[in-house]
T-cell receptor, first 113, second 115 residues
Framework: GENVEQHPSTLSVQEGDSAVIKCTYSDSASNYFPWYKQELGKGPQLIIDIRSNVGEKKDQRIAVTLNKTAKHFSLHITETQPEDSAVYFCAAFSGGGADGLTFGKGTHLIIQP | EAGVVQSPRYKIIEKKQPVAFWCNPISGHNTLYWYRQNLGQGPELLIRYENEEAVDDSQLPKDRFSAERLKGVDSTLKIQPAELGDSAVYLC?????????????FGPGTRLLVL
């Protein structure tokens, strides 16, 4: 089955700086890669996603890049703000087998004022 | 548009007791998922429904877990009897299905503590 590795587990950045979270996946059949933000006591919230036929996607301060050859994808957050503090999860969807998402273990992003 | 609704939000029970979680997906979403999220981990899939049919329950511990989605809308996940290791957050997600099955929207989850 699919295996998703996520790094780092904790990331602390100064407010206004950029943050980058990286993930790798194992199943070359995976074709959809969402990112979720989870705040304390809440469910994961979809913030951006990318499909395998696209190399990069941007939505205001967040962007995602995908390298299919290397099987890795990254989340970029620019001009970080205190409200960006949360746990971020990457995931991969292969469309076969369980048809669910396989998640990474999460990155705790801390924005220092 | 209302999101995925789950209840209860919190549940504390003693081991060996039964417990049930309820989920109402986003209106019109045919696909419904149940995930379990252990502390400090990402969600892990338990079961997927397409309308009322469980199309994949390979990750569901069938000796104690059961699920149903009788009318293809809301769903119930049950644990009987609960064990200490079942303490986790149980998340429900839904997606439009058809060609958009992978785009999943999560509810707030039910936090279960088994004592």
């Amino acid at each position: 089955g699919e295996n998703v590795e996520q790094h780092p587990s904790t990331l602390s950045v100064q407010e206004g700086d950029s943050a980058v979270i990286k993930c790798t996946y194992s199943d070359s059949a995976s074709n959809y890669f969402p990112w979720y933000k989870q705040e304390l006591g809440k469910g994961p919230q979809l913030i951006i996603d990318i499909r395998s036929n696209v190399g990069e996607k941007k939505d205001q301060r967040i962007a995602v890049t995908l390298n299919k050859t290397a099987k890795h994808f990254s989340l970029h957050i620019t001009e970080t703000q205190p409200e960006d503090s949360a746990v971020y999860f990457c995931a991969a969807f292969s469309g076969g087998g369980a048809d669910g998402l396989t998640f990474g273990k999460g990155t705790h992003l801390i924005i220092q004022p | 548009e209302a999101g995925v609704v789950q209840s209860p939000r919190y549940k504390i029970i003693e081991k060996k007791q039964p417990v049930a979680f309820w989920c109402n997906p986003i209106s019109g979403h045919n696909t419904l998922y149940w995930y379990r999220q252990n502390l400090g981990q990402g969600p892990e899939l338990l079961i997927r429904y397409e309308n009322e049919e469980a199309v994949d329950d390979s990750q569901l511990p069938k000796d104690r877990f059961s699920a149903e989605r009788l009318k293809g809308v809301d769903s119930t996940l049950k644990i009987q009897p609960a064990e200490l290791g079942d303490s986790a957050v149980y998340l429900c997600a839904s997606s439009p299905g058809l060609g958009l099955r992978e785009t999943q929207y999560f509810g707030p989850g039910t936090r279960l503590l088994v004592l």
